[in-house]
Nanobody, 124 residues
Framework: QVQLVESGGGLVQAGGSLRLSCAAS????????MGWFRQAPGKEREFVAS????????VYADSVKGRFTISRDNAMNTVYLQMKSLKPEDTAVYYC?????????????????WGQGTQVTVSS
């Protein structure tokens, strides 16, 4: 069993930066692919980024390429999402996800484990 807890969300002006963290409990974190998703009000949840257990195999949604960076620290059982040049359309609840089945499972939204989410609000 893995529990995921996101933190780092908040209110930021357009053009600003935030770093989200996702702390995982459980012994098998380092074998899990991890990812970030987001859901804006009235919209479906969408993929943001994913990373393989090794730290490679990184995939980004086109909407965040060049602005967001996903990384992980397996020693700390934590995955990060560094967000720069934030836009009002990045406003959403951001969710961390993880699965032992690999990056493809995470990227398509079928992760076994999900966090509760953290709110990111970007003002114009």
């Amino acid at each position: 069993q893995v529990q995921l807890v996101e933190s780092g969300g908040g209110l930021v002006q357009a053009g600003g930066s935030l770093r989200l963290s996702c702390a995982a409990s459980g012994r098998n974190f380092r074998s899990y692919a991890m990812g970030w998703f987001r859901q804006a009000p009235g919209k479906e949840r969408e993929f943001v980024a994913s990373i393989a257990w090794s730290g490679g195999g990184i995939v980004y949604a086109d909407s965040v390429k060049g602005r967001f960076t996903i990384s992980r620290d397996n020693a700390m059982n934590t995955v990060y999402l560094q967000m720069k040049s934030l836009k009002p359309e990045d406003t959403a609840v951001y969710y961390c996800a993880g699965d032992p089945g690999g990056s493809a499972v995470v990227t398509r939204g079928d992760s076994r484990y999900w966090g509760q989410g953290t709110q990111v609000t970007v003002s114009s």
